[in-house]
């Protein structure tokens, strides 16, 4: 009987030791507290790790050239540059720019329509896409059955190797969670350990003054679904968080994007219309089109004159955070796939 | 040491409760439908292909079962698993329930590995049903994914069904939905809205223990 007690308490050792690595979102304590709820599965520095790994690894396309970073570059604080419209297998074009992956924690509804409302369901979206990675989750976790790597890894975080989808989806949530950007000069500003110049300053006010509403700090979006103006394409036809909740009055709306980062991803709009931040203000200042929908703030559109755009710019400069984008934790696992 | 591990069994042993089975069929009018085979649907006929649905949080003798099934017409064999032998009252939700909903991706029977996730936007797919209807000599496929907990339109439905001494399966009646095709234009339903939710009332009313 002592025999068997002394085993199960090893066994409890080692469980309490490998859930020990537990890990907390790190953030300004002038933030509000994260939406995300970790309860059922908290944030665990091995699960993030592993998850990480699946987020780089192109096997999740259905002929492994596509990985999730391919659109989500963390060097452009996870978003696509270049392309209007992000593309995946076989350079097929989808239909919306790629948002930019961080402080998810804070969002309820992901996507620019809120299609997702759990950020564990969120890879499903990319994965099935004809146009982004043309696989299925079932594809994905019998390909990660045969690659010893994902076994080994496996193994050390649950207490066999078995890959299931569940486990694949919470593992990409888990590492997505963890991407929080909040080391800009503005944070540092905000915390007074950095100073705006007085151009930086003169675009602060300007943006208090036009643009905090929507975009409303700390995390430069009230992540709520507004039509900004932008004239419908004729080819795209997209209907916004229409298709989703089936309300006429949510025609033509997207989710307000944050304004972190943003100087590094371009180009702009739920379409990617715009590749430069002076076209985007330009938008607001003469280019507003109207519809039933239209943001009541935006009905006489928000107007600057040249001196006031080239201020707005400089400030929203400040929200650019390397430390974010470099970061070697949330960037390409090189130590994962060199394994033999 | 012996003694020990007969302790340990007897400790297992009196964990595990005597378990029958019910099976689960799908019907079209009193024949039970298959795979791939058609069958004659007023004047024309219908190939049933697919049929898919979640049965939850199942709830029999007042013990709720530790499991759920996941049915699916291309299995063998599709029956849940029950405490007792003679059921008198059964009651269970067909699809996922919205707290369940509410916490992303599960495991299990509920794996998005099954196909029973949406992937354009959240939330399980509570019931399929595809195939195709054969009507004055044209072929018009069908599907239905019936499915939704959002913005109002919660497709999940508590059936509850009163047995007798000599039940002997759950059986799904899809009469009432498949007189649908011969009245609706729209034969493709896969997405939450009003329509999934009067077709899952159909579904719901479409249970019976035989």
């Not at chain 1, 007085?198 to 208090?208: A, I």
């Not at chain 2, 099954?114 to 195709?132: A, D, V």
């Not at chain 2, 069904?161 to 498949?178: A, F, I, P």
Request: glycine letters at 6%; a negative charge; proline letters at 4%.
């Amino acid at each position: 009987m002592r025999l068997i007690a002394i085993f199960f308490g090893l066994i409890f050792l080692l469980v309490g030791f490998r859930n020990n690595q537990s890990i907390e979102l790190i953030f300004p304590s002038s933030w509000p507290e994260p939406i995300y709820n970790d309860d059922n599965y908290p944030l665990n520095e091995q699960k993030v790790e592993l998850g990480r790994a699946l987020f780089f690894d192109p096997q999740l396309s259905s002929d492994n050239t596509i990985s999730c970073a391919s659109c989500h570059s963390p060097y452009n604080a996870f978003t696509h540059v270049d392309h209007q419209l992000s593309h995946g297998i076989n350079d097929r074009i989808g239909t919306r720019n790629s948002p930019a992956i961080f402080n998810l924690a804070w969002q309820k509804d992901l996507m620019w329509d809120g299609a997702i409302h759990h950020v564990d369901a969120q890879a499903l979206a990319p994965i099935n896409h004809p146009d982004e990675m043309g696989s299925s989750i079932n594809e994905i976790v019998q390909k990660l059955n045969k690659d010893v790597r994902y076994k080994k890894a496996f193994k050390s975080i649950y207490s066999d190797d078995l890959i299931t989808g569940e486990r694949v989806l919470k593992l990409l949530g888990q590492f997505m969670i963890s991407l929080v950007s909040c080391d800009s000069k503005y944070d540092r500003v905000m915390s007074g350990k950095d100073k705006f110049d007085e151009q930086e300053k003169r675009g602060y006010e300007l943006f208090c003054k036009n643009c905090s509403e929507c975009h409303k700090e700390p995390l430069f979006s009230d992540y709520s679904f507004r039509n900004n103006g932008l004239e419908p394409d004729p080819q795209l036809k997209d209907i916004g968080r229409m298709k989703i909740t089936q309300n006429r009055m949510d025609s033509l709306k997207f989710k307000v994007p944050s304004l972190r980062n943003i100087e590094f991803t371009f180009p702009y709009m739920h379409d990617g219309r715009y590749k430069k931040l002076t076209e985007v203000i330009d938008h607001y200042d003469r280019k507003i089109h109207f519809s039933n929908t239209l943001d009541p703030i935006l009905e006489k559109g928000i107007h600057f004159t040249t001196n006031e755009k080239v201020d707005l710019v400089a400030f929203l400069l400040t929200l650019t955070d390397k430390n974010f984008m470099f970061a070697p934790e949330h960037g390409y696992p090189k130590d994962f796939f060199d394994q033999k | 040491m012996i003694r020990s591990i007969q302790i340990l069994i007897l400790f297992f042993s009196l964990g595990v409760r005597a378990q029958d089975s019910i099976p689960v069929k799908v019907m079209y009018d009193r024949f039970e439908i298959q795979p791939g085979k058609t069958i004659l649907f007023q004047d024309d006929s219908i190939r049933i292909d697919v049929v898919k649905f979640y049965l939850t949080n199942v709830v029999v003798g007042g013990s709720e079962l530790s499991s759920g099934l996941l049915f699916d017409l291309e299995k063998d064999q599709n029956y849940l698993l029950i405490p007792i032998s003679q059921i008198d009252e059964i009651q269970f939700t067909l699809g996922v329930d919205s707290l369940t909903n509410s916490n992303g991706i599960s495991g299990g029977i509920l794996d998005p590995i099954h196909g029973m996730y949406w992937s354009w936007q959240s939330g399980y797919i509570n019931f399929k049903l595809e195939g195709i209807h054969f009507e004055n000599g044209i072929a018009e496929e069908f599907n239905f994914h019936i499915g939704g907990f959002l913005n109002g339109y919660n497709c999940e439905r508590r059936i509850q069904l009163q047995g007798s001494s000599n039940v002997s399966r759950l059986e799904l009646d899809l009469y009432q939905m498949l007189q649908t095709l011969s009245t609706d234009q729209l034969k493709k339903i896969m997405s939450p809205g009003k329509r999934a939710m009067d077709l899952a009332d159909i579904l719901a009313d479409s249970f019976f223990l035989r």
